[in-house]
């Protein structure tokens, strides 16, 4: 009778092996998701941050004579991103993601970034692939195919991969959590696309970045788009009471969370009222957008 496999989360399709790194915090819940994917030739998805105990824990869960063929980056966060330079030296396998951290951004995000909108949010600028994937590429893992796709959304650079009816869905797809979509890094427009796209397959599970996995995809993807559209009414009720900053705005939409979390929200609410205001839903004063007063058109 073989030895279980130390790790194991799926065996009902892809074998998939979990590993967690020790970073939680209110921005990763319990801390981020390294998998591997196959057996003997191996895909490591998301290396996760740079944690001796983190890399000690990922090598200790290769069994005896794997390779690790492919490092695949599902976005330039560096709780992501930060382990790929010491596990690529230490394993020889190629890097492959979309791009560096500003890569695939929309012409509107790069303008603000060009602006001097800064996201905030822990990008890699350092981050550069040793191969770039565009949407749909196709790679052979340990007898599976691995599809990319492109979800910009949380970050402009951000894949998804696919194997079969599953998905590794990074930050895009949580159930622990909504996804933190912060300009010019995140794109609200790009994020509810992103989500639309999802909904045309039919997903058995998916993978987040972050906390469990996600075993009923087509609710999710519903709950959040739901969710989504919610906070864009709010918002706009919130302009129509009369102008405000986007931490303003947050003040008076994110009613039920803790005092320190506000400050991402705040980036929440600036990513809506980008997408409001390209179309031609509200209407900055002159001046940066991270301060700018708002108002209802």
């Known amino acids: 009778m073989p030895k279980p496999v130390p790790n194991l989360v ?11 790194a020790d970073n939680p915090s209110p ?3 319990p801390g981020t998701n390294t998998y591997l994917l196959g057996m003997g030739e191996v895909a490591v998805i998301d290396p996760g941050p740079d944690l001796d105990g983190h890399f000690a824990a990922l090598m200790r869960a290769l069994q005896p004579g794997e390779r690790v063929s ?5 976005h330039a966060h560096l709780d992501h991103s930060a382990l790929v330079p010491r596990l690529a030296d230490a394993t020889g396998a190629e890097v492959l993601a979309f791009g560096p951290a500003d890569s695939g951004r929309s012409a509107t995000m790069q303008g603000l970034a060009a602006q001097g909108l800064s996201g905030g949010e822990g990008a890699d600028p350092g981050f ?13 893992v340990g007898g599976w195919e691995v599809e990319a796709l492109h979800l910009p959304g949380h970050m402009g650079c951000h894949l998804g991969f696919a194997v ?28 509810m696309a992103s989500l639309h796209r999802l909904t045309s397959r039919g997903w058995r599970r998916m993978y987040p970045g972050h906390g469990p996995s996600v075993d009923d995809p087509a609710g999710r993807l519903a ?4 969710h989504r559209l919610a906070r864009e009414a709010a918002i706009v009720a919130a302009l129509q009471r009369g102008p405000a900053t986007a931490t303003g705005v947050a003040e008076q ?3 039920d969370i803790l005092r320190h979390l506000l400050p991402a929200a705040a980036r929440n609410v600036l990513a809506h009222l980008i997408d409001l205001t390209d179309r031609g839903l509200a209407r900055p004063d002159p001046g940066p957008l991270a301060t700018a007063i708002f108002h209802a058109c």
């Open 70 to 74: 492919h490092i695949l980056l599902t």
């Open 223 to 226: 709950a959040l788009i739901a």
């Open 10 to 20: 799926s065996d009902d399709g892809p074998p998939i092996r979990l590993i967690r």
């Open 164 to 191: 079969a009816d599953v998905l590794f869905s990074g930050d895009h797809v949580m159930g622990w959590s909504t996804t933190l979509v912060s300009p010019p890094d995140g794109d609200m427009a790009a994020y």
């Open 27 to 29: 921005l990763t819940g």
């Open 128 to 140: 550069a692939p040793d191969c770039q994937l565009a949407d749909g590429a196709r790679l052979t």
């Open 253 to 255: 939409v994110y009613t």
